[in-house]
């Protein structure tokens, strides 16, 4: 498994090429980045603030490890995110998109679409936050 030699300031495309566990998209390349601007709401949606589309390659750290995955959409909660493997509620991951220092997030929910894709809700953690 190729790994990134430490946590960097910013993630390139590059980068994420070199990964070899990567997460598969739950549809076509060209029908996953299309996708732009707010997500249309639902009336009894539990959601406190609106997602916006955010489509993108991410770096994924859970630990000392770097996954290759995409990122799905934003909010001021959190970001969604496509994983290559199973995060679970609790765990802290770091997330980087391309020329944006890494995120601190907390997993919430992770749903699995197919095989090395699976669907995973975080929330942005704050200095406040105790480490585990």
Known sequence: MKQLAAQPESVT????SLLTVRADLPCSPDEYFDQSG?????NDTR???HRIFLRS????WNGETALAGYARDVSRM?????SPVQLFPGDIIHLGLPGKPPISLEITRCIRRRERCYE???????ATTTNP
């Open 13 to 16: 495309k590059d980068q994420w």
């Open 38 to 42: 707010p997500l249309k709401t639902v």
């Open 47 to 49: 959601r406190r603030f």
């Open 57 to 60: 390659v991410a770096v994924i």
């Open 78 to 82: 959190g970001v969604g995110i496509y």
């Open 120 to 126: 995973c809700g975080s929330v942005f953690r704050t």
